[in-house]
């Protein structure tokens, strides 16, 4: 029963790992998109409601 305790733990343990990576890696996309954004529009503003 242990065993079985440990790969339900380990396999939680990855998921959460993966979701909080993922979510990382969407904020810089995020951040860059606005960036670019920012460069390309020739006004200048850029909406924040992404």
């Known amino acids: 029963m242990s065993y079985l305790f440990a ?3 380990a ?3 990855v998921i ?3 979701v909080f ?3 990382k ?3 810089s996309i ?3 998109v606005l960036y670019i954004k920012s460069i390309i529009d020739p ?3 850029v909406p924040t409601d992404l």
């Open 25 to 27: 890696r969407q904020r």
């Open 7 to 9: 790969a339900y733990s």
């Open 43 to 45: 006004k200048g503003s």
């Open 21 to 23: 990576t993922v979510s």
């Open 11 to 13: 396999i939680w343990f």
């Open 16 to 18: 959460f790992f993966y």
């Open 30 to 32: 995020e951040k860059e």
